[in-house]
Structures are given as C-alpha cells and as structure tokens.
C-alpha cells in the first residue's frame, strides 16, 4: 500500500512539473462583459429645461433637529414633474440643507 501511495505521489509530482511551465504562457481569456447600468443610475440627457421653481408654504417644523429641504423639478421620463419639499433629520447637528446636498 506505502509503495502504491509513493507512486502515484510521485506520478503527480511529475505531472504538474511539466503542466506548470506550459500554464504559465498561455494567454489569459477575456474578461467577461460588464452588466449593463440599471436604469436608475444611466444617465439621462434632458433638452427641455424645467420650469421655474415654485414658492412653496412649509408647515410647522417637526423637531429642533429638522431641516426643510426645498422642493424641486424631476424628470418621470415624459415630462417634469414637481417634488415638494419637507422637512427632513438633519445627519449632524448644524447642518443645513442644500439642493442636492447637505452643508454644515
């Protein structure tokens, strides 16, 4: 059993000594083509501007902690359509909203 057990270790040995020198120069395959974007983050290119931003009337502030984050024009595919504002938590204390981003 020992000698059937040293054999075959030494017939694999043999094997990968001559397999590795040839693995190591041949080209590596392609790699494979990346997904495609969901359609929430391509890029769309809007030619018609959206109108002027409306005035809007905020209701009573929720908590010491909330900011109002005013509303603004989205584009649903078609047409713009209007977002209002509302008061949203603060991510630090401090800190103020700015369109699309927060300050502070």
Known sequence: MSKLISRTFA???????FAAPGAAQLPRPPAPPRPPLPDEI??????????PLRVEATVARP???HVW???YWDWD??????VNGRWVLAPTA???WLPARYAG
């Open 42 to 51: 391509r890029p769309t290119i809007v030619e018609v501007a959206p109108p």
């Open 77 to 82: 595919g078609d047409s713009w359509a209007w």
């Open 11 to 17: 017939a694999v040995i043999l094997a990968t000594s």
């Open 94 to 96: 401090g800190a103020s």
């Open 63 to 65: 908590g010491p902690a």
């Open 69 to 71: 984050a005013h509303g």
